[in-house]
Structures are given as C-alpha cells and as structure tokens.
C-alpha cells in the first residue's frame, strides 16, 4: 500500500464528519460520457440552452431525441468500485453526504440512500414538470416520442423537461444551500473526479479548507486547488477509492 493511500486512510479514520464531492471522472470509470473535457459530448454538439428549449417545439424535440441516443450509455452503465467505496463510507456512518456534479444517479445506485446524495446539476433518470413540478418516469415519454415524436406536456400544461440543470438554467437554490451547509459542517472533503472548474460548485473545496476542514483531492489530472489539499491522489478513481476504504 502506497504512503498516500495510508495518510488517505488514516484521514478517514480520523475524521468526525467526511462529505464527499464528485464530478464525472468517478462516472466516465462506469462508461458514462464525459460532456466538458476535451473530446467530450459539448465537443462534439452544442448544448441546448434552457431559454431555447422553453421557446422553441423543435429545440424541444432535439433535445429529447439526444435524450434517447445519450441514454444509451446512461442506461448500461452500473456503479464501479470508486460508487461503492463512497457507499460503504456512508453506510459505516464515515462520510455524511454525497454533493454530486453529476446527473446519472450511480450513487443511489449504488445503495446510497436518496437522501444521503445532494444532485448539484439535477438527475437524468426521471423528469419533472417546470411548472408544477411533477415526476415523470421516462418509459411512457420514451414510448409516445419514438411513435411520432410526441412532446410529453404535464396535466397542469406545463412543459415536461428531464430533471437536469441545463445551460442558462439556474441553479437549484436549495440544493445549493444544502451543499454549502454540508461543507461548512465536515471536518474532511473528499473531492472526487472533478476538474474544479465548474462554479459556484468548485468553490466548495476552498470552502472547506478555509472552514478548517482536511481537503484530499482524488482526480486523474492536476486541478488548480491541488495546492490547497492536505493531499492530492492523481491514480485511478476506482481503485484509489476502493483500497484506501478496502472495497472490492
């Protein structure tokens, strides 16, 4: 075992409070597209900005028609080893949340409980009504939009949209509020496979070292906050995560 490994141990053992902060290089190890870096799905196709799905019936309909291609990835992928370490912290009562970047719900799947995880950027696996609010499952809208490419609309006649934050949507306020009283509470932040570049949320790290709590940062590439951390991991998420909680 490596000497970062048993200071990142030791840091978990020690902690009273650890939460946990991930972007997509914990879920790119599950198969999951990555849509800022490099090569990534923004690379190759324009975001569709939340003011002109809300306009448009035809930004409307080619936002789900990218819908149905991307969750063919989405709807393969399964929680890796880094997904399950995180779980087994939170089940041993060692990490208290989950603050996620991420969309594709691999922690709850992972036997995370839904109200252990806090989804900065929403969830793709259901959608909702931006009027009302409603969940909508995504089978029925799947089914009505493969037929004739049929817009899915609430009882109220709000407009159905996957539950994600899009480009010029705002953030979600008490999401965010959560997240910054979670941070401000933790005596560790693990920052797990993000780029830290994406704000307000890349400010958290900073948040936390400031607030007195040890920062470890865990991702493939250096960041800008690398010298911040009480320690700094650039190996794989998954085994990294896997051997300093011991999960397979």
Request: aromatic share 6%; glycine share 8%; net charge negative.
């Amino acid at each position: 075992m490596s000497d970062e490994i048993k200071h990142f141990r030791k840091l978990i053992h020690n902690c009273e409070k650890a939460v946990a902060f991930t972007g997509a290089g914990i879920s790119t190890e599950s198969g999951i597209p990555d849509f800022r870096s490099p090569g990534g799905i923004w690379s190759k196709m324009k975001p569709i900005d939340f003011s002109d799905f809300v306009s448009s019936e035809e930004m409307r309909r080619e936002s789900w028609r990218r819908k149905l291609v991307l969750d063919q990835d989405f709807n393969k992928a399964q929680p890796n080893r880094g997904h399950r370490a995180l779980a087994a912290l939170v089940q041993r009562g060692a990490c208290g949340i989950i603050i996620t970047q991420n969309i594709d719900g691999l922690h709850q799947a992972s036997g995370v409980p839904e109200e252990k995880v806090i989804e900065l950027h929403g969830n793709s696996t259901y959608a909702t009504c931006l009027d009302c609010k409603k969940r909508f499952e995504l089978g029925p809208i799947y089914e009505a939009f493969e037929e004739d490419e049929t817009l899915p609309v609430c009882h109220c006649g709000g407009m159905i949209k996957t539950a994600t934050i899009s480009f010029g949507q705002a953030m979600p306020i008490v999401a965010m509020r959560q997240a910054k009283q979670q941070t401000l509470s933790c005596d560790l932040f693990i920052t797990i496979g993000s780029s830290l570049v994406v704000y307000p949320a890349a400010g958290f790290p900073a948040l936390a070292k400031r607030n007195g709590a040890k920062l470890v940062i865990n991702n493939r590439e250096p960041t800008d906050q690398d010298n911040l951390a009480d320690l700094v991991l650039h190996g794989e998420i998954g085994d990294t995560l896997g051997e300093a909680v011991g999960v397979d």
